[in-house]
C-alpha cells in the first residue's frame, strides 16, 4: 500500500511541478499543490492518502520532538540529565547536546541517561549518525569537486 501512495504522490508531485512556475522549490510546490482544486481534488479522490501524507508529516514532527527535552521543549540535555552521569563524562554528555539519540536497534529515540542507553547503543546511535553525515559530506565534496570544473 505504501508503494501505491507514493506512485500517487509522485504522480501528483509531477504534475505540480508542470504547472509551477519554480518546479524545483519545496514551498512552491506545497502552494501549487494545496492551491490548485484538481490537484487537492485527486488527493481526495485517492483512498488512504491523506492519512499516509499525514503519517509522514507527523512521523517528521514526533522525531523533532523526541530530539527535545521533556521538561522545557528545549534542546539539549537538561541539568539533571547530566547530574545522572559520572562527573568525568558530563561535559562530554553535554557537548554532544541532546536529550535523545535514534538507536536504529530499538527503532526509537533513547533518553540519553546511563539508565537507559548502554554503551554499545550510544556506539550504535553513533555510527548511524557518522554514515548519514558520511553520505552528506560525500554528496557535498562531490559538488565542490563539480563547482571547481567550471563548465
Same mark, same amino acid.
Given at each position: 500500500?505504501?508503494?501505491?501512495?507514493?506512485?500517487?504522490? #509522485?504522480?501528483?508531485?509531477?504534475?505540480?511541478?508542470?504547472?509551477?512556475?519554480?518546479?524545483?522549490?519545496?514551498?512552491?510546490?506545497?502552494?501549487?499543490?494545496? $492551491? #490548485?482544486?484538481?490537484?487537492?481534488?485527486?488527493?481526495?479522490?485517492?483512498?488512504?492518502?491523506?492519512?499516509?501524507?499525514?503519517?509522514?508529516?507527523?512521523?517528521?514532527?514526533?522525531?523533532?520532538?523526541?530530539?527535545? +527535552?521533556? #521538561?522545557? #521543549?528545549?534542546?539539549?540535555?537538561?541539568?539533571?540529565?547530566?547530574?545522572?552521569?559520572?562527573?568525568?563524562?558530563?561535559?562530554?554528555?553535554?557537548?554532544?547536546? @541532546? $536529550?535523545?539519540?535514534?538507536?536504529?536497534?530499538?527503532?526509537?529515540?533513547?533518553?540519553?541517561?546511563?539508565?537507559?542507553?548502554?554503551?554499545?547503543? @550510544?556506539?550504535?546511535?553513533?555510527?548511524?549518525?557518522?554514515?548519514?553525515?558520511?553520505? @552528506?559530506?560525500?554528496?557535498?565534496?562531490?559538488?565542490? +569537486?563539480?563547482?571547481?570544473? +567550471?563548465?
Amino acid at each position: 500500500m505504501k508503494s501505491t501512495m507514493m506512485e500517487t504522490l #509522485d504522480g501528483i508531485i509531477k504534475q505540480a511541478r508542470g504547472q509551477c512556475g519554480n518546479p524545483n522549490s519545496v514551498p512552491a510546490l506545497q502552494h501549487e499543490i494545496l $492551491a #490548485d482544486k484538481s490537484l487537492r481534488q485527486r488527493m481526495h479522490r485517492t483512498r488512504g492518502l491523506r492519512v499516509y501524507l499525514l503519517a509522514v508529516g507527523l512521523a517528521n514532527a514526533i522525531r523533532a520532538f523526541l530530539k527535545k +527535552r521533556a #521538561d522545557d #521543549d528545549a534542546e539539549g540535555a537538561s541539568k539533571d540529565q547530566l547530574e545522572l552521569w559520572p562527573k568525568k563524562l558530563r561535559d562530554l554528555v553535554g557537548e554532544i547536546d @541532546c $536529550a535523545r539519540v535514534f538507536v536504529p536497534s530499538r527503532e526509537q529515540f533513547v533518553e540519553l541517561d546511563p539508565a537507559s542507553i548502554t554503551p554499545a547503543e @550510544c556506539k550504535e546511535a553513533g555510527s548511524y549518525l557518522i554514515t548519514k553525515g558520511r553520505d @552528506c559530506i560525500n554528496r557535498g565534496n562531490k559538488l565542490l +569537486r563539480l563547482a571547481k570544473e +567550471r563548465w
